[in-house]
């Protein structure tokens, strides 16, 4: 048997027609954005795989160069011995031990004054 057919009448067609072409537009919108970050991220993938070849060949390449250099003993002399010395790491006064000889110098004065 067949259905009979039913006719709805629609309030303002136009503007859901509207309504449904721009929410059609934005979901275009976004499968474009999705397409986009599928391309970057095989973009991404092709790049990280070539700096792989890339530092395994260096590295192969770093390992033969150390393999071929013969290995020398430098001896320091005076002079860089004395820079070395000079190098040596100054103390950082922290702001707690400023502000205990700050108040130390303060102390000292007032028993002067007294």
Do not use: W
Request: hydrophobic share 35%; proline share 4%; aromatic share 2%.
């Amino acid at each position: 048997m067949e259905e009979p057919q039913v006719y709805v009448g629609l309030d303002d067609p136009v503007s859901i027609r509207r309504q449904l072409l721009e929410s059609l537009k934005a979901n275009i919108h976004c499968l474009q954005q999705g397409e986009k970050l599928k391309q970057i991220r095989h973009t991404k993938r092709a790049e990280i795989s070539r700096f792989r070849e890339i530092t395994s060949e260096l590295y192969a390449m770093m390992a033969e160069l150390r393999k071929d250099i013969p290995r020398v003993r430098v001896k320091k002399t005076k002079a860089q011995k004395a820079v070395h010395q000079l190098k040596q790491p100054i103390k950082h006064v922290s702001e707690l031990d400023a502000l205990e000889n700050d108040l130390k110098k303060i102390e000292s004065k007032l028993d002067q004054l007294q």
